[in-house]
């Protein structure tokens, strides 16, 4: 009995599909499956449900990467969710309170990043305004770390040196306020500290005024003080006093550091004393 050509090519087909169906039981469901979700994804498109849409669109590439709507609608929500991240920073834009603003812009940029000029603008805004505010209430230090933050995002110029001079400013404005503690400290008497605080300033500004003269000043004192002190130990030494001596020795070298015949006798005495 022969057959036909063409009734042979039919059962042919018939069992290759047999065997695709076969080796893939879940192609007709996967099918399925896309196609609702795509329905699924568009209403949500359509209802401006930007988060659920991408998440749709983004979960039916992944089953059906050449499905070519997918993309398109994918690239339209994700430009959606950007604004409505963009227009959430514009809502929550507060100098006092800056971080919620700052994360939607940062996801407006996320999401699309042809609005990242747009986005960085506003951070760079909203960093310098809440600079400015810390240091209204004299927070000098946290002003800075704002301002630096803002030189991150601003790319103009002009802005730049805005920012640029409100940094030095801030910076001068510690200065200040460590000299007028300084001041006061040694006003007290209390010449170790202040001149720690002098010291730090002409670390910072060697050309700040009077700082210069405060050291000079202080070294001086100190120096009176350790020659003071080390000629009191050698009394002290002298009359078989040697704990005294040490103490008055260990405080000469409190004032100078450097005083070489202090260091050589307070190791002399301390020898002897561990003999006894």
């Known amino acids: 009995m022969r057959y036909e050509p063409k009734f042979i090519v039919k059962i042919l087909l018939n069992l290759i599909l047999m065997f695709i169906f076969i080796v893939n039981p879940f192609c007709l469901v996967k099918s399925d499956e896309i196609s609702e979700l795509y329905r699924e ?54 100098p006092i309170k800056n971080e919620e603003a700052i994360n939607s812009f940062k996801k407006a940029i996320e999401y699309d990043p042809t609005m990242k000029e747009k986005c960085e603008k506003k951070i760079a805004q909203l960093y310098y305004e809440s600079g400015m505010e810390a240091s209204k209430v004299d927070k000098y230090e946290e002003a ?50 202040a001149n720690k605080i002098f010291q730090k300033i002409y670390s910072q500004n060697k050309d ?46 409190e004032y100078d550091p450097t005083h070489v015949k202090a260091q050589t006798s307070l190791e002399r005495a301390k020898a002897e004393l561990k003999k006894k």
């Open 41 to 94: 994804s568009m209403k949500y498109y359509k209802q401006q449900n930007w988060e659920k849409a991408v998440e749709g669109f983004e979960k039916i590439i992944e089953l059906k990467p050449e499905y070519k709507k997918a993309f398109v609608y994918l690239e339209k929500s994700r430009k959606g969710l950007a604004n409505k991240y963009y227009l959430q920073g514009l809502e929550l834009y507060n």
């Open 144 to 193: 800075i770390e704002y301002f630096k933050l803002a030189l991150q995002y601003e790319q103009d110029k002009n802005r730049r040196k805005e920012i640029s001079f409100e940094i030095a400013h801030n910076r001068k404005e510690i200065l200040n306020k460590l000299f007028e503690q300084g001041k006061k400290l040694y006003n007290e008497g209390n010449l170790v500290e």
């Open 208 to 253: 700040y005024p009077e700082v210069n003269k405060y050291i000079s000043d202080i070294k001086k004192t100190f120096e009176e003080k350790a020659r003071e002190y080390y000629l009191e130990g050698l009394k002290e030494y002298d009359q078989g006093n040697i704990k005294k001596a040490i103490q008055l020795w260990e405080k000469t070298l």
